[in-house]
């Protein structure tokens, strides 16, 4: 039986435990015996439940410990507090005398919902469409209402139903997957998933006889970005629709192919009122690999063509100041000069950032470089999407940006060059 901590597991699942095996007639010192200090519980007939702590240790970065253990199935609580690496590892241990017994390995993984690798592996992709689970592997889903112990569902739902946060309470009263953490740390401390994510919004919102914003961040790792997005200016509603990710694995972390599929991707869908581009400004510089007068920009524009979804390139001229236009999203989060922002629940990249990102002491982005296991690259974990995020709101709500800023003259300025920039129009 395992868990993150012994002193977690001691505290809880043991006493759990424990107390199934009275509630089944079986008396301590007579058919089973309990070694707190070796953390096992052994029956009559030398049948043995192992206490297992699975943290990371940086001395063990491989669960070497795991190495000689002579087991035969295994539980783990908690499984979200747990690495993926630790769970396979494990899985691999499970084979004292499986073949008498079980036949094959087997191994129970129990958590409330959560938005690491376990949802992804076991409940819902990116998309948040359901998982076809790889072979052997299956979820169970299961709520505080499927207790047998009717006494202890009463108890435990009166306690969940007080608790005033609301994505808290669907995660834990009703197991839904669909929760947004809150995170006060993060720079985007006004997003509230409970408000701001809408499901099923593409479906709703998106008129492909409106003009649709495209808004593109040239990072290649983790991925490329794009963000699309409609804006309602009578009703003062942003509908940001639908996250696109150029993936390396795809071969698509690049401008000539990602804009080859965003181009495919709208003559399917049938899109006819036009198609904006625009986002990080630093797209305008000539790569030392393409020639002059070429970059991200004159790419994506010849991609798209002449034709039916013409295609306008909407610029800021130079990045707007991070630390100001953070807390202008942060206010319009909250309704600032009575806009309001609509964000699909698809957009799970975007949402990543708008939690996870944190804030520097200085105001800005905090954009810690991870390293990629696989290949070695280094790249900017969080802020890709959200800078997309930036651009769009800053660009296209500028009156409001304009006015946030209260004449600030560092502020951007649209470039007006006509033959590229199509200025203010829409």
């Known amino acids: 039986m395992a868990r993150k901590t012994l002193k977690s597991l001691k505290e809880s699942t043991w006493n759990t435990i424990r107390a199934v095996i009275k509630r089944w007639g079986l008396i301590e010192d007579v058919h089973y015996r309990v070694n707190n200090l070796a953390g096992t519980l052994t029956f009559w007939n030398d049948s043995i439940i192992l206490m297992l702590e699975m943290a990371d240790l940086p001395s063990d970065p491989n669960f070497e410990r795991f190495g000689s253990m002579e087991a035969t199935i295994c539980a783990v609580d908690e499984v979200s507090e747990i690495g993926q690496k630790a769970i396979e590892v494990l899985f691999s241990r499970l084979r004292w005398r499986t073949h008498e017994t079980f036949m094959v390995s087997k191994m129970l993984l129990t958590t409330n919902p959560t938005t690491n690798w376990v949802r992804s592996r076991f409940v819902q992709d990116d998309n948040g469409d359901k998982v076809e689970t790889r072979e052997g592997e299956y979820y169970i889903p299961f709520s505080v209402f499927d207790n047998p112990d009717i006494g202890f569902r009463q108890t435990y739902e009166a306690a969940l139903n007080k608790i005033s946060d609301q994505a808290t309470k669907e995660r834990l009263l009703y197991g839904n997957w669909d929760f947004v953490e809150a995170n006060d740390m993060a720079i985007y401390n006004r997003f509230d998933g409970a408000k701001h994510l809408i499901s099923g919004l593409k479906e709703r919102a998106y008129d492909p006889t409106k003009p649709l914003i495209t808004v593109w961040d040239f990072n290649v790792a983790p991925q490329m970005s794009v963000l699309s997005a409609q804006i309602d200016y009578e009703n003062k509603k942003v509908y940001v629709l639908e996250e696109i990710l150029g993936k390396p694995q795809d071969k698509e972390n ?114 810690q470089k991870v390293t990629d296991p696989k290949t070695g690259v280094k790249y900017e974990k969080y802020g890709h999407l959200s800078d997309c995020l930036d651009y769009l709101l800053c660009y296209y709500l500028r009156d409001s940006w304009y006015k946030f800023k209260s004449g600030d003259s560092n502020g951007s300025i649209i470039a007006t060059t006509p033959a590229v920039y199509d200025g203010f129009n829409y």
Do not use: M
């Open 254 to 367: 690049n401008t000539p192919a990602l804009s080859r599929r965003v181009q495919q991707k709208l003559y399917r869908e049938k899109h006819i009122g036009g198609v904006d581009v625009t986002g990080d400004p630093s797209g305008l510089q000539r790569s030392t690999t393409t020639e002059d007068g070429i970059n991200n920009y004159t790419v994506i524009l010849d991609t798209f063509g002449k034709g039916v979804l013409r295609p306008k390139l909407k610029l800021l001229r130079k990045q707007p100041p991070q630390v100001t236009r953070c807390e202008f999203v942060n206010e319009l989060f909250t309704g600032y000069n009575g806009w309001t922002i609509e964000i699909d629940l698809k957009c799970r990249k975007l949402t990543e950032d708008l939690i996870y990102q944190l804030k520097n002491e200085d105001g800005t982005k905090c954009k």
